[in-house]
């Protein structure tokens, strides 16, 4: 059986014991029902892991014993700025978890002419706190000891103005082919619009801003495959999907 991996919001240190927040007392106990002396692997966020055994758990309580700090990166070379239309209902939590597991470093919900999602701040912010908790059930998964960041909603305007990336990539299917990069690129940014697509206007104004177009076959893709599928074929040309 595969040792959990569980993230816990407070800095770890090797050789220490702690009591666990509440959000990962209460997966540990009732999702996962583990026990004393049951092992599990913590990480942070801050790039590292953390072997431990658990000392005592209750229902909503559950302290452990940390081991020793274990360096383990499984980031990718190649970071991927994702801007991505909102979508509704489960699809933006599907791009976030899929887009996660392929190593996006980050990725921002963006508002354009066709996105009919209305948020409100507080809205927004919840949406981003159920977004982050996504993102971090990813990374458990995965593998990943680095969460990406998750900003708030934007305009794809500021957006625009705002992302820096050695190569800008605009996914739309009225491009005549896949961008090329004279070399390789050390950051990306990935745009992709809403199910309609985005505008003529929104696409010349990302071209305007740098973004290169980019196509990937003859087939409309529906706005929660196009990321994904342009992430790995990204992270094989550049990142660390690459087949030996």
Same mark, same amino acid.
């Given at each position: 059986?595969?040792?959990?991996?569980?993230?816990?919001?407070?800095?770890?240190?090797?050789?220490?014991?702690?009591?666990?927040?509440?959000?990962?007392?209460?997966?540990?106990?009732?999702?996962?029902?583990?026990?004393?002396?049951?092992?599990?692997?913590?990480?942070?966020?801050?790039?590292?892991?953390?072997?431990?055994?658990?000392?005592?758990?209750?229902?909503?309580?559950?302290?452990?014993?940390?081991?020793?700090?274990? !360096?383990?990166?499984?980031?990718? $070379?190649?970071? =991927?700025? %994702?801007? /991505?239309?909102?979508?509704? #209902?489960?699809?933006? &939590?599907?791009?976030?978890?899929?887009?996660?597991?392929?190593?996006?470093?980050?990725?921002?919900?963006?508002?354009?002419?066709?996105?009919?999602?209305?948020?409100?701040?507080?809205?927004?912010?919840?949406?981003?706190?159920?977004?982050?908790?996504?993102?971090?059930?990813?990374?458990?998964?995965?593998?990943?000891?680095?969460?990406?960041?998750?900003?708030?909603?934007?305009?794809?305007?500021?957006?625009?103005?705002?992302?820096?990336?050695?190569?800008?990539?605009?996914?739309?299917?009225?491009?005549?082919?896949? !961008?090329?990069?004279?070399?390789? $690129?050390?950051? =990306?940014? %990935?745009? /992709?619009?809403?199910?309609? #697509?985005?505008?003529? &206007?929104?696409?010349?104004?990302?071209?305007?801003?740098?973004?290169?177009?980019?196509?990937?076959?003859?087939?409309?893709?529906?706005?929660?495959?196009?990321?994904?599928?342009?992430?790995?074929?990204?992270?094989?040309?550049?990142?660390?999907?690459?087949?030996?």
């Amino acid at each position: 059986m595969r040792t959990p991996r569980i993230y816990t919001q407070a800095p770890l240190s090797e050789g220490t014991s702690r009591e666990l927040e509440q959000g990962p007392s209460q997966h540990i106990a009732r999702a996962l029902r583990m026990q004393v002396d049951d092992a599990l692997v913590l990480f942070d966020g801050s790039g590292a892991e953390y072997p431990a055994t658990i000392t005592s758990v209750t229902k909503k309580h559950v302290s452990v014993a940390i081991g020793e700090r274990q !360096a383990v990166s499984k980031e990718s $070379p190649l970071a =991927i700025h %994702l801007g /991505i239309a909102l979508s509704r #209902g489960e699809r933006m &939590d599907f791009v976030i978890q899929k887009a996660t597991e392929l190593g996006v470093t980050e990725l921002t919900p963006l508002f354009t002419e066709r996105v009919e999602v209305k948020l409100n701040q507080e809205r927004s912010e919840k949406k981003l706190r159920h977004w982050e908790a996504v993102a971090i059930s990813a990374c458990e998964q995965s593998g990943r000891n680095t969460l990406p960041s998750i900003h708030p909603p934007r305009q794809l305007v500021q957006w625009l103005d705002d992302t820096a990336a050695d190569l800008k990539l605009v996914m739309h299917h009225r491009a005549d082919k896949a !961008a090329e990069a004279a070399d390789r $690129p050390g950051t =990306i940014a %990935l745009l /992709i619009g809403p199910e309609g #697509g985005l505008s003529q &206007d929104e696409i010349n104004g990302a071209e305007s801003a740098g973004y290169r177009a980019l196509q990937l076959g003859p087939r409309v893709l529906r706005t929660e495959t196009a990321p994904l599928a342009a992430i790995a074929i990204l992270q094989s040309q550049w990142g660390d999907m690459k087949a030996d």
